[in-house]
């Protein structure tokens, strides 16, 4: 069953303002993931982070972790109309690489 | 294109028929994964094999559902006596163990009349 909750469910934003989602998960992590979805498209991996690492860059992303928190957010920079899309958080157990996949977070960017 | 192939894209059935996916994965890829997803929802994991070893089931996985990987390579995922229920997203995903990214396939949307 999923254990990640992600906030907000829905985001709206003007094209060119900066995005952020965030993630919450239970056990201890190995690692955290986030991964994008398009309508009627498959899931893309986007930024994986370490559980020994605060903050991670990718071009317009910016992922952090506070593993005493048991969060992570993930922020996209610029915001583009073809970043609409469903943003999944999904974390690693330590115990097993299954991944644990949150609701997401719907963004749609207006133009 | 993630390079993992699913086919087919769409399938429409009538409650109480079988149906059968199929999932190509990255060749070298040795962990293929089996995701259900409804709308609005992230995905859940149904089951995962390792080369051609069924590694793990979840519990959502009923009787009616099976699963394979013959050679290692191509897998099936079989329903039996579909329910309404069943309507979803099934995702396929392979992996090289121990490198931490998952690629997924375009899914198979089940419609269950």
């Known amino acids: 069953s999923q254990q990640g909750e992600e906030d907000p469910q829905a985001l709206s934003i003007q094209e060119g303002e900066n995005a952020t989602m965030n993630c919450s998960y239970k056990?201890?992590?190995?690692?955290l993931q986030w991964y994008r979805q398009n309508s009627g498209r498959g899931l893309v991996h986007l930024i994986l982070i370490r559980s020994n690492e605060r903050e991670k860059h990718s071009g317009r992303l910016r992922v952090t972790l506070d593993t005493s928190k048991k969060s992570s957010s993930l922020l996209i920079t610029a915001s583009r109309a073809a970043d609409t899309a469903s943003y999944f958080c999904a974390s690693v157990p330590d115990s097993n690489y299954q991944l644990i996949w949150g609701a997401g977070t719907k963004l749609i960017i207006k133009p | 294109d993630t390079g993992v192939s699913q086919d087919p894209r769409h399938k429409i059935t009538k409650r109480g028929q079988n149906v059968t996916f199929r999932c190509d994965p990255i060749s070298e890829h040795n962990r293929l994964y089996w995701y259900r997803q409804t709308l609005g929802q992230g995905p859940e994991f149904l089951t995962y094999f390792q080369n051609e070893a069924q590694l793990e089931k979840s519990r959502l996985l009923s009787d009616r559902f099976s699963a394979e990987r013959p050679k290692g390579s191509f897998s099936t995922l079989e329903i039996q006596r579909t329910e309404q229920g069943d309507s979803a997203m099934y995702l396929c995903?392979?992996?090289?163990?121990?490198?931490?990214?998952?690629?997924f396939g375009p899914g198979t949307r089940l419609t269950v009349l």
């Open positions: 056990t201890s992590i190995n690692n």
């Open positions: 995903a392979s992996m090289r163990e121990w490198v931490n990214e998952q690629f």
